[in-house]
């Protein structure tokens, strides 16, 4: 967050806030971090990240979304290494994961890293052995596992049996027991316990308590606060980048990390020229206009079914923290995939309603769909800037199979006009524009079918500050031309003074709709973390 | 009698383990049991020296790939038949244009494993230092090589030292127990030893999945330079007994021999995006693809023979593919279902 508003004043608000701020060193520290930074291409990371972590502590590093917390981690452990700024781990610098590995460090990554095809003892001792010559003899790797698998997955397994073999929560338990094999003095978790049951959970924190006490540097990096706050010794709050601030275990509580997380950002991204109550209260007067319906869709087996109606003139903001269903929600409305249950209805006429089946039936039922990640779903790299455009309306745009390209061309002419995409000729490559007009060509095609509904997933990653602005306008004109839009984003101050309604995603399911006052950052953020207004945390998070 | 049926058990026993050996196992037996029908002298002393002698090219070849198809992804090593004819034109002139001569078989053999080590550590740095993808760096490697052949012999000439073509030809290597027979045992114990090591281990497991060996402290350019230098010790041995068994030096025949050994490769079982394939599988799929060859012979298709031969065997290759692929997915699935009641 913040990226949109000018970025020194998130570490001016870093100092304002009222808890008390601890990023002083000591001499117990083993892990220390200062002023790292880290970009990938033009999309910033990390800002200026300072951290330091004892021997014998929890250390929680926190904050939403694109905070840079996996990526701050990541480069502590060698994975990748920083842009700017010193990073130590008992005085070194480690170059690679090995070197990490050599400095007494163990990392358990986001993604669930197993060499699929080899056995559960084999992928405890990756990286255990040396180039040529084992440090441990077979059946000492053996004994070892069988003393730390068992209690941590609460019962036997055949150690020789392929990893493939085995669902993710016992992935899950083998990569954590992967690193403590290698008897770390410094262990981060990297949202280590998604894919763990609740009485998993608990034995994991037991596990973490145990290595505090034989004096391991543990850091955790989590969403989850109630989590947190049981256990963690401090928490390093990440937002946009920079740490906002330390807090030690007195004060380590709800309010306090929401409030770091969000900080005092709270200017408006967005000025809508209409007043959104107005157009709120027409969209509301005709409910009978619904343009789409979602009606009992499941996203995963045990996930609560989604009823969601979209209005005519309405932009609803989707958001969740990372895989809690938003994108597979809006990848189902495009039709990319099935639902596990209920089934996505859109307007043809008056009352006819008809279901979605597929890619093909939501873009004739005229459903538009702009993908968040152009590179992977949105454009042809290696085609020109017009083909780019003209590919998914060949199909439309035809007489006798032959394709009317001065049709396609007139609609290209006047999307460019409509969106004000700047391009070195049409037979420039899609790759000379950058992101932000790249992303005006996939939102401009789909556009040209003239759409009743536009799904937009996360539009504005990796798009400068202006183009942002003109995305939002280009919403609002959609809206009040009668279109129904979903945005998802996770960028929560999009929403602001923009969206109708926010709906917000936790557990495969919406956990909650907000709407006119109620759209607010820090509510949003709650919400997002499991909170809704009444104080009540929602305890199903801690579930699979 | 009883040893034969001993070891196709063990094998069977093997093959149950790992379902990818069953395809080129099932497809050994259907195979030898035609040669007993068409051609039961392969049965005798004699018969089965000269399928040892003939087929030890193409079985040292595949296993020369399999490493290099371990360590993924794509893993193909076009060079590999090329080279072997580099170091078999070095084995007959180059030896003697160094001034070294070949007469003794230690120096040979030690000649044509450096060789094909220095090449495959060359390539296998390439790969692995720039990041290039295997198939194109060993393209590039098929095609300098067989240009170097070609400049270096314009035609077939020359001929193998004495003793080498001996181990082939001699009256003596008409046995059960041939020199060709100890050279590919002493391949196998090699690879014995080697499947055993914690390098080749790293090999698997960086070919099944490179970030979790790199994120595990793996060294992955020492390991994928590694492979090729495997890699390289099996085109050497192969180079030996391909000389032994031309006679001569070949400058052309290298092209071929690739895509023979890689349809071996395959044939034995080999996933080529990694981390899968054995040198059991490379072996079965080896003497899978020369029994067919043989089998053919036994038939009288004249000038179209070997037209034949390769129709057959693609043919074979892929009703084996098909097969294979839907074993593993029967397998798959009955161990989903014995995951979700146990």
Same mark, same amino acid.
């Given at each position: 967050?913040?990226?949109?508003?000018?970025?020194?004043?998130?570490?001016?608000?870093a100092?304002?806030?009222?808890?008390?701020?601890?990023?002083?060193?000591?001499?117990?520290?083993?892990?220390?971090?200062?002023?790292?930074g880290?970009?990938?291409?033009?999309?910033?990371?990390?800002?200026?990240?300072?951290?330091?972590?004892r021997?014998g502590?929890?250390?929680?590093?926190?904050?939403?979304?694109?905070?840079?917390?996996?990526?701050?981690?990541?480069?502590?452990?060698?994975?990748?290494?920083?842009?700017?700024?010193?990073?130590?781990?008992?005085?070194?610098?480690?170059?690679?994961?090995?070197?990490?590995?050599?400095?007494?460090?163990?990392?358990?990554?986001?993604?669930?890293?197993?060499?699929?095809?080899?056995?559960?003892?084999? #992928?405890?001792?990756?990286?255990?052995?040396?180039?040529?010559?084992?440090?441990?003899?077979?059946?000492?790797?053996?004994?070892?596992? #069988?003393?730390?698998l068992?209690?941590?997955?609460?019962?036997?397994?055949?150690?020789?049996?392929?990893?493939?073999?085995?669902?993710?929560?016992?992935?899950?338990?083998?990569?954590?027991?992967?690193?403590?094999?290698?008897?770390?003095r410094?262990?981060?978790l990297?949202?280590?316990?998604?894919?763990?049951?609740?009485?998993?959970?608990?034995?994991?924190?037991?596990?973490?308590?145990?290595?505090?006490?034989?004096?391991?540097?543990?850091i955790?990096?989590?969403?989850?606060?109630?989590?947190?706050?049981?256990?963690?010794?401090?928490?390093?709050?990440?937002?946009?980048?920079?740490?906002?601030?330390?807090?030690?275990?007195?004060?380590?509580?709800?309010? #306090?990390?929401?409030?770091?997380?969000?900080?005092?950002?709270?200017?408006?991204?967005?000025?809508r020229?209409?007043?959104?109550?107005?157009?709120?209260?027409?969209?509301?007067?005709?409910?009978?206009?619904a343009?789409?319906?979602?009606?009992?869709?499941?996203?995963?087996?045990?996930?609560?079914?989604?009823?969601?109606d979209?209005?005519a003139?309405?932009?609803?903001?989707?958001i969740?923290?990372?895989?809690?269903?938003?994108?597979?929600?809006?990848?189902?409305?495009?039709?990319?995939?099935?639902?596990?249950?209920?089934?996505?209805?859109?307007?043809?006429?008056?009352?006819?309603?008809?279901?979605?089946?597929?890619?093909?039936?939501?873009?004739?039922?005229?459903?538009?769909?702009?993908?968040?990640?152009?590179?992977l779903?949105?454009?042809?790299?290696?085609?020109?800037?017009?083909?780019?455009?003209?590919?998914?309306?060949?199909?439309?745009?035809?007489?006798?199979?032959?394709?009317?390209?001065?049709?396609?061309?007139?609609?290209?002419?006047?999307?460019?006009?409509?969106?004000?995409?700047?391009?070195?000729?049409?037979?420039?490559p899609?790759?000379?524009?950058?992101?932000?007009?790249?992303?005006?060509?996939?939102?401009?095609?789909?556009?040209?079918?003239?759409?009743?509904?536009?799904?937009?997933?996360?539009?504005?990653?990796?798009?400068?500050?202006?183009?942002?602005?003109?995305f939002?306008?280009?919403?609002?004109?959609?809206?009040?031309?009668?279109?129904?839009?979903?945005?998802?984003?996770?960028?929560?101050?999009?929403?602001?003074?923009?969206?109708?309604?926010?709906?917000?995603?936790?557990?495969?399911?919406?956990?909650?709709?907000?709407?006119?006052?109620?759209?607010?950052?820090?509510?949003?953020?709650?919400?997002?973390?499991?909170?809704?207004?009444?104080?009540?945390?929602?305890?199903?998070?801690?579930?699979? | %009698?009883?040893?034969?049926?001993?070891?196709?058990?063990?094998?069977?026993?093997?093959?149950?383990?790992?379902?990818?050996?069953?395809?080129?196992?099932?497809?050994?037996?259907?195979?030898?049991?035609?040669?007993?029908?068409?051609?039961?002298?392969?049965?005798?002393?004699?018969?089965?020296?000269?399928?040892?002698?003939?087929?030890?090219?193409?079985i040292?070849?595949a296993?020369?790939?399999?490493?290099?198809?371990?360590a993924?992804?794509?893993?193909?090593?076009?060079?590999?038949?090329?080279? %072997?004819?580099?170091?078999?034109?070095?084995?007959?002139?180059?030896?003697?244009?160094?001034?070294?001569?070949?007469?003794?078989?230690?120096?040979?053999?030690?000649?044509?494993?450096?060789?094909?080590?220095?090449?495959?550590?060359?390539?296998?740095?390439?790969?692995?230092?720039?990041?290039l993808?295997?198939?194109?760096?060993?393209?590039?490697?098929?095609?300098?090589?067989?240009?170097?052949?070609?400049?270096?012999?314009?035609?077939?000439?020359?001929?193998?030292?004495?003793?080498?073509?001996?181990?082939?030809?001699?009256?003596?290597?008409?046995?059960?127990?041939?020199?060709?027979?100890?050279?590919?045992?002493?391949?196998?114990?090699?690879?014995?030893?080697?499947?055993?090591?914690?390098?080749?281990?790293?090999?698997?497991?960086?070919?099944?999945?490179?970030?979790?060996?790199?994120?595990?402290?793996?060294?992955?350019?020492?390991?994928?330079?590694?492979?090729?230098?495997?890699a390289?010790?099996?085109?050497?041995?192969?180079?030996? %007994?391909?000389?032994?068994?031309i006679?001569?030096?070949?400058?052309?025949?290298?092209?071929?021999?690739?895509?023979t050994?890689?349809?071996?490769?395959?044939?034995?079982?080999?996933?080529?995006?990694?981390?899968?394939?054995s040198?059991?599988?490379?072996?079965?799929?080896?003497?899978?693809?020369w029994?067919?060859?043989?089998?053919?012979?036994?038939?009288?298709?004249?000038?179209?023979?070997?037209?034949?031969?390769?129709?057959?065997?693609?043919?074979?290759?892929?009703?084996?593919?098909?097969?294979?692929?839907?074993?593993?997915?029967?397998?798959?699935?009955?161990?989903?279902?014995?995951?979700?009641?146990?």
């Amino acid at each position: 967050m913040g990226r949109v508003g000018p970025t020194p004043v998130v570490s001016q608000n870093a100092e304002q806030v009222s808890v008390a701020v601890d990023c002083a060193t000591s001499e117990d520290d083993v892990v220390i971090l200062r002023s790292i930074g880290k970009s990938f291409g033009e999309t910033i990371a990390v800002r200026e990240a300072t951290l330091s972590a004892r021997a014998g502590e929890i250390h929680a590093i926190v904050g939403e979304n694109g905070s840079g917390k996996s990526t701050l981690a990541k480069i502590v452990a060698g994975v990748l290494p920083p842009d700017s700024g010193d990073l130590a781990i008992f005085g070194k610098a480690p170059r690679s994961p090995r070197d990490a590995r050599q400095l007494g460090l163990a990392m358990v990554f986001q993604e669930v890293l197993v060499a699929e095809g080899a056995s559960v003892l084999e #992928n405890l001792f990756v990286g255990h052995d040396g180039f040529a010559w084992s440090k441990l003899s077979k059946r000492e790797k053996i004994s070892r596992a #069988n003393a730390l698998l068992p209690r941590l997955l609460g019962s036997e397994i055949d150690l020789k049996e392929d990893i493939a073999a085995f669902p993710l929560s016992v992935r899950q338990w083998v990569v954590i027991a992967r690193a403590l094999l290698s008897n770390p003095r410094v262990l981060i978790l990297d949202e280590a316990t998604a894919a763990l049951d609740q009485a998993s959970v608990e034995r994991f924190h037991a596990e973490l308590l145990r290595l505090r006490e034989e004096g391991v540097c543990v850091i955790v990096v989590t969403h989850r606060i109630a989590e947190l706050t049981a256990f963690a010794d401090r928490a390093t709050v990440l937002r946009d980048g920079f740490n906002v601030g330390t807090l030690n275990r007195g004060d380590l509580s709800e309010d #306090n990390l929401l409030r770091l997380m969000t900080g005092e950002t709270a200017t408006r991204v967005h000025q809508r020229t209409e007043s959104l109550e107005a157009a709120s209260d027409l969209a509301a007067s005709h409910p009978e206009s619904a343009l789409l319906r979602a009606r009992g869709m499941k996203l995963s087996a045990i996930a609560a079914p989604i009823d969601l109606d979209l209005r005519a003139g309405e932009v609803v903001g989707l958001i969740g923290l990372e895989g809690q269903g938003q994108v597979d929600f809006v990848r189902v409305l495009a039709g990319i995939q099935p639902p596990i249950a209920g089934e996505v209805l859109v307007r043809r006429e008056e009352d006819l309603y008809v279901p979605v089946r597929g890619a093909k039936s939501a873009q004739e039922a005229g459903i538009a769909y702009i993908p968040g990640d152009r590179k992977l779903e949105g454009l042809f790299p290696n085609l020109s800037v017009f083909e780019n455009f003209g590919l998914p309306l060949y199909r439309r745009e035809k007489r006798l199979g032959f394709i009317l390209r001065r049709r396609v061309h007139e609609m290209f002419t006047e999307q460019e006009k409509q969106l004000s995409v700047v391009h070195g000729g049409l037979s420039a490559p899609i790759g000379s524009l950058s992101g932000g007009n790249q992303q005006k060509i996939v939102i401009g095609r789909s556009l040209a079918t003239s759409p009743s509904v536009v799904v937009l997933n996360d539009p504005t990653r990796g798009v400068d500050v202006s183009t942002k602005r003109e995305f939002y306008d280009l919403l609002e004109r959609l809206s009040s031309s009668g279109k129904g839009v979903l945005f998802l984003s996770n960028e929560i101050e999009e929403f602001i003074g923009l969206c109708h309604r926010v709906a917000v995603f936790r557990d495969d399911s919406v956990l909650t709709i907000l709407e006119g006052h109620d759209i607010r950052i820090d509510a949003i953020l709650s919400a997002m973390f499991g909170y809704l207004d009444n104080g009540r945390q929602d305890t199903a998070g801690m579930k699979p | %009698m009883s040893s034969v049926r001993r070891f196709l058990a063990g094998l069977w026993r093997t093959s149950r383990r790992q379902m990818s050996l069953l395809t080129p196992f099932a497809l050994l037996v259907v195979l030898l049991i035609l040669c007993a029908i068409r051609s039961p002298i392969l049965f005798s002393g004699g018969g089965f020296s000269g399928l040892v002698g003939e087929s030890a090219p193409l079985i040292l070849a595949a296993l020369a790939l399999t490493p290099i198809a371990i360590a993924g992804p794509a893993g193909i090593d076009l060079a590999v038949g090329p080279l %072997m004819n580099f170091i078999n034109i070095g084995i007959v002139i180059g030896l003697s244009q160094l001034g070294w001569g070949s007469t003794n078989p230690v120096l040979v053999v030690c000649f044509a494993i450096g060789v094909g080590v220095l090449i495959g550590i060359f390539q296998g740095a390439v790969i692995a230092l720039l990041r290039l993808q295997t198939v194109i760096v060993t393209l590039a490697g098929y095609l300098i090589l067989a240009g170097l052949n070609l400049v270096w012999l314009s035609e077939p000439s020359g001929t193998a030292p004495t003793w080498l073509y001996d181990w082939l030809w001699s009256p003596q290597a008409q046995q059960v127990f041939s020199p060709a027979l100890f050279v590919l045992l002493g391949a196998f114990v090699l690879w014995a030893l080697l499947a055993r090591s914690t390098f080749f281990r790293n090999l698997r497991l960086m070919g099944s999945d490179e970030r979790t060996a790199y994120t595990s402290g793996v060294r992955l350019v020492a390991t994928r330079i590694g492979a090729h230098a495997v890699a390289g010790v099996y085109v050497g041995l192969a180079a030996v %007994m391909y000389t032994a068994l031309i006679g001569s030096a070949d400058p052309k025949a290298g092209a071929a021999f690739t895509l023979t050994a890689v349809t071996a490769l395959v044939l034995g079982g080999a996933s080529l995006s990694g981390g899968r394939a054995s040198g059991i599988g490379a072996v079965l799929g080896a003497v899978d693809v020369w029994l067919i060859s043989y089998i053919l012979t036994t038939f009288r298709f004249g000038m179209a023979a070997s037209y034949v031969v390769q129709l057959a065997t693609g043919v074979v290759l892929v009703v084996a593919l098909v097969a294979g692929g839907l074993l593993t997915d029967l397998a798959r699935r009955r161990r989903r279902m014995r995951g979700q009641t146990g």
